[in-house]
């Protein structure tokens, strides 16, 4: 009986370890980037928010959703006070869950009262001020033309289209449906050119912690696809659904 009781004591510590683990709470943080992810009368919610809240909820894990700019979010992430990054790409030191279900679809924006509504190529704004966010990676066609600008630093998107508006930068570049929606929400006089000049997958990114969790969230949200929670929930944000040019990519 004593030798019964004894082994039953090791079961609960072998045990209590991986109970731990499933009830962890897991912190993921993001930036502001309707209609995608933003705080609504304190709550967290948009399309990526709630498509990951119910993917968590599949797989069984309590999360939460706190909102700060994306250098602080990032930082936070790699240092362990946060556990992951709701949306972003080229975080080559971080884990991506490998299903995307946005897109970070980047066009130039300009004052309404910029001549043209097309965009046509970057040789148009050869020596023009250019808004960019310091730590936003925009990729090679950009980057690599940073001394063709008067580079003006910015803390984050917001504040390049507010700068925008009062014609203190001539150009930046955004998030197309972000950008429309502050655009809308704030009556901002900028207008974006399109087409767009980019299009770049958007992951859920965790720290090596936590990276154990991605077949699980995975599976949770092919399953959500497959279902077409994903597409009801852009039905609901955006009137939409997905955007068909996204597909065909």
């Given at each position: ?160 289209l507010r700068k925008l508006a009062k014609k203190r930068i001539d150009f930046t570049f955004a998030d ?11 009556n901002l006089p900028v207008k974006a050119l399109f087409p767009t000049i980019s299009s770049v997958p ?48």
């Open positions: 009986m004593k030798n019964i009781a004894t082994c039953l004591v090791l079961i609960v510590i072998c045990l209590a370890p991986g109970l731990g683990r499933a009830e962890e709470h897991i912190r993921l943080c993001f930036e502001e980037w309707a209609p995608f992810a933003e705080t609504r009368e304190g709550v967290a919610r948009g399309i990526q928010v709630d498509i990951m809240q119910q993917a968590f909820d599949r797989a069984g894990l309590p999360v939460s959703f706190e909102e700060m700019p994306y250098v602080r979010c990032r930082q936070d992430v790699k240092q362990g006070r946060y556990d992951g990054i709701l949306a972003s790409s080229y975080e080559y030191d971080l884990f991506p869950v490998g299903l995307s279900v946005l897109r970070w679809e980047m066009a130039v924006f300009v004052h309404e009262d910029y001549p043209a509504s097309i965009f046509a190529s970057l040789d148009d704004f050869l020596g023009l001020q250019v808004g960019i966010v310091d730590g936003y990676d925009y990729g090679d066609d950009i980057m690599g033309r940073r001394n063709e600008w008067d580079v003006q630093d910015a803390p984050d998107a917001l504040f390049n197309i449906l972000w950008g429309n929606s502050v655009k809308r929400r704030e958007q992951y859920t990114y965790f720290n090596d912690d936590h990276a154990v969790l991605i077949p699980r969230i995975e599976a949770a949200m092919q399953e959500m696809k497959e279902d077409g929670t994903i597409e009801t929930i852009y039905l609901r944000e955006t009137g939409l659904g997905i955007p068909s040019r996204w597909l065909a990519q």
